[in-house]
């Protein structure tokens, strides 16, 4: 039974160690790839919109643009970056966590990932 815990423990901290650190300070544009996807200005806009429309709302909004996801499913690494991030209020669930590939191995993917405190207003 101690191996089974010890082997799960293993495995749980080897892929949150995966997930890219959040960055400090915080910021809801994260370009992390190694080729930028856009100009500075442009993600400095990004920003500026984003921060506002958490003010506004209360949603927070993050994107985070990567090389490599870490052998994960794109999805799970979308959530798994939302909770180690958290992004969002952690009582009302409220953060959308959009994560782009657009270089590095593999195909283009792009996904993005509610809080279940938003599941009634986005589908």
Known sequence: MRFILLLLAIVTLNVVA???NK???PKAYNDLS???LLASSEEL???KELIAFEKKTSNAIVVVVVDD??????????????????VGDEKKDN???II????????R?????IGRGLEGVIP
């Open 69 to 86: 996801l870490k052998g994960l499913e794109i999805a799970d690494f979308g959530d798994k970056l939302g909770e180690a991030w958290g």
């Open 100 to 107: 782009i590939k657009p270089f590095g191995e593999g195909k």
């Open 109 to 113: 993917e792009a996904t993005i990932r």
């Open 95 to 97: 953060g959308i966590v």
């Open 18 to 20: 995966q997930i890219p």
């Open 34 to 36: 190694s080729k930028k």
């Open 45 to 47: 806009s990004i920003e």
């Open 23 to 25: 960055p400090n300070p």
